[in-house]
């Protein structure tokens, strides 16, 4: 089963910076795209930013700006580096990976299991 390993949120004053990572666990054969997703309370899940094997990027309007997705393809891991937050970025943010393993090579979605990032006014 292949586990993402997120970290790096936590609580922060406006304007602060925050750095996520997520690492895919296991035997990892490719990797299509990597990014973040969040769901503030009583909110649906948002694309937050994501990023493809390539390199190419795309965010949401919101965060343009402030928030910078990357990632290194030789650690499986994918970071989002969060800068200016506002309190209407507090949310749980949710690792996303759509890859292949070494036991299935046929792509599939994987979801981490959700780190709180609290934007305090």
């Known amino acids: 089963q292949v586990q993402l390993v997120e970290s790096g949120g936590g609580l922060v004053q406006a304007g602060g910076s925050l750095r996520l990572s997520c690492a895919a666990s296991?035997?990892?054969?490719?990797?299509?795209?990597m990014g973040w997703y969040r769901q503030a309370p009583g909110k649906q899940r948002e694309l937050v930013a994501a990023?493809?094997?390539?390199?190419?990027?795309n965010s949401a309007g919101s965060v343009k700006g402030r928030f910078t997705i990357s990632r290194d393809n030789a650690k499986n891991t994918v970071y989002l580096q969060m800068n200016n937050l506002k309190p209407e970025d507090t949310a749980v943010y949710y690792c996303n990976a759509v890859l292949a393993t070494m036991t299935f090579a046929v792509p599939r979605e994987y979801w981490g299991q959700g780190t709180q990032v609290t934007v305090s006014s």
């Open positions: 296991r035997s990892i054969f490719s990797i299509n795209a």
């Open positions: 990023i493809t094997a390539g390199g190419s990027t």
